[in-house]
């Protein structure tokens, strides 16, 4: 769960959708419906701009507000092709669209469909519909997809016309975070003092990133002062921020006056705030203040999610607190209302690295048994412990098991890496060529292995010791 951590610390490039959300009066019940219509449709050219029509065909009246919000929510599910079908559905008919609209637009095309047509559509647009807000959202795409040159020269171009903010600061910094050049930050920051750009949380939060990258934790604490005089508050985000570069960068004592800071703050946004607090202690071993941040969690929401419960195990598994992960894996299988693998699998993977295998087994067979899917790290961990037993035949069994499973899980690499190098070791030792042809053949199955690559390459990478290159592809 580390990005739940690492998440502080790069204070978002998505600030940008501050500048394009757009709140509406609309009636929750108009919109629900809505939403929900649009969203049974395909994600086909005419699919959305179909179901819209047929919409109003029923008699239902539909006005710019209505399409705003049924894009904020499309958006909010990742729907993008949907809100851009939309748009353009809006965009031909009596609704006009204003600014805000077409910054939406052009963020929406970027994820979607790549910064070219986001880039064209921009172009395409009356100067007078150039304004800040466009210009800031073709910024972006710029910068999220680390378009340095283009960026900068649009950036160039805005301050010439005046079109400087915040958020656009903003996003030039983090394009310079994320390209490894740190050191620019600080002379944006300068210049937006020099503009009188008052700069928010969000540059004050980069700012800090940025001299952690640079180790200069001096500055990084006089950013936190510069912001009091400011006036500008740090709040629950700045200080877990704060406490993630201390634990980062080893400065425990730092990190734990900060945690015991946040521990005691009122009015947390929500619990994710509490599930890095968790995180962060596990980071520095700090079992007490895992437990204080759960009671802390567990006072704002009562009813723990399967997501809270996952975040809680993976800390005490990580300190090795057996009898408080046994404890609270039972409490949540005892009051869950979706039964997860994740958690199953941490407790699995508690069992497995005491050779418990007995009690591995049974709860395997119980997740099982509840008709739920073991996945991918399920069958990763089966198979790292049978190939650290030296039992090649079970470990393969899985492998293999795990490979049936690839592309039905996104975003799961499997197998992990340290895997893959278990293997590489036990053959370099053992000489087993069965068990290499097998694990060869599999590995060529799921994509990981070159296909050109022969068994007799992999076996002279093997005696040469330099199997990774090959195999870990």
Not at 132 to 144: P, Q, R
Not at 234 to 241: A, E, L, V
Not at 324 to 349: H, I, P, Q
């Amino acid at each position: 769960m580390a990005n739940l951590a690492k998440r502080l610390i790069m204070s978002r490039l998505t600030a940008a959708s501050r500048c394009y959300s757009t709140v509406t009066a609309l009636n929750k019940g108009k919109e629900e419906s809505l939403f929900r219509w649009l969203s049974s449709f395909g994600g086909s050219s005419a699919g959305v701009a179909d179901a819209a029509n047929q919409w109003v065909k029923q008699g239902n009246s539909v006005n710019r507000l209505d399409v705003i919000s049924c894009v904020t929510q499309l958006r909010k599910f990742r729907k993008y092709q949907h809100a851009i079908q939309l748009y353009e559905w809006m965009e031909k008919g009596n609704n006009k669209m204003n600014n805000a609209d077409r910054a939406i637009h052009i963020d929406l095309l970027g994820k979607a469909e790549g910064v070219a047509l986001a880039e064209k559509y921009f172009n395409s647009l009356e100067e007078s519909a150039k304004t800040t807000k466009t210009y800031g959202a073709l910024l972006s795409c710029y910068c999220k997809e680390k378009m340095f040159e283009k960026a900068v020269q649009l950036f160039e171009e805005m301050k010439e016309l005046s079109f400087t903010s915040p958020l656009n600061y903003n996003n030039m910094m983090s394009l310079y975070l994320s390209i490894g050049q740190p050191e620019k930050v600080p002379l944006l920051a300068k210049e937006m003092e020099e503009l009188n750009i008052a700069a928010d949380r969000y540059n004050y939060n980069q700012l800090m990133n940025a001299y952690a990258a640079l180790k200069d934790y001096d500055a990084l604490e006089g950013v936190l002062e510069s912001m009091k005089t400011k006036k500008v508050m740090p709040g629950w985000f700045t200080y877990g921020n704060l406490a993630t570069i201390y634990v980062n960068a080893g400065l425990t004592d730092k990190a734990h006056a900060v945690l015991r800071k946040l521990n005691k703050k009122k009015n947390v946004p929500d619990c994710e705030a509490y599930h890095s607090l968790i995180t962060l202690y596990g980071r520095i071993s700090y079992l007490p203040g895992v437990y204080r941040a759960w009671k802390s969690l567990k006072l704002n929401f009562p009813k723990p999610t399967n997501t809270s419960y996952l975040i809680m195990l993976l800390a005490l598994l990580k300190l090795d607190d057996v009898n408080g992960l046994e404890k609270y894996f039972t409490k949540w299988v005892s009051s869950c209302s979706t039964y997860d693998v994740r958690l199953a699998n941490v407790m699995l993977e508690s069992y497995l690295n005491r050779n418990m295998i007995k009690e591995a087994n049974d709860l395997h067979e119980n997740v099982v048994s509840r008709g739920v899917e073991p996945n991918l790290k399920t069958m990763d961990l089966f198979t790292n412990f049978y190939l650290k037993k030296r039992q090649m035949d079970l470990a393969l069994k899985f492998f293999e098991m795990g490979a049936s499973k690839v592309g039905s899980e996104k975003g799961i690499w499997f197998p992990s890496d340290e895997t893959v190098s278990m293997f590489l070791k036990f053959f370099d030792e053992e000489k087993d060529e069965d068990s290499v042809e097998k694990f060869c053949k599999i590995m060529r199955k799921i994509g990981r292995l070159d296909s050109n690559g022969d068994i007799s390459r992999l076996r002279t990478c093997i005696a040469a010791g330099k199997v990774e290159d090959e195999s870990a592809k």
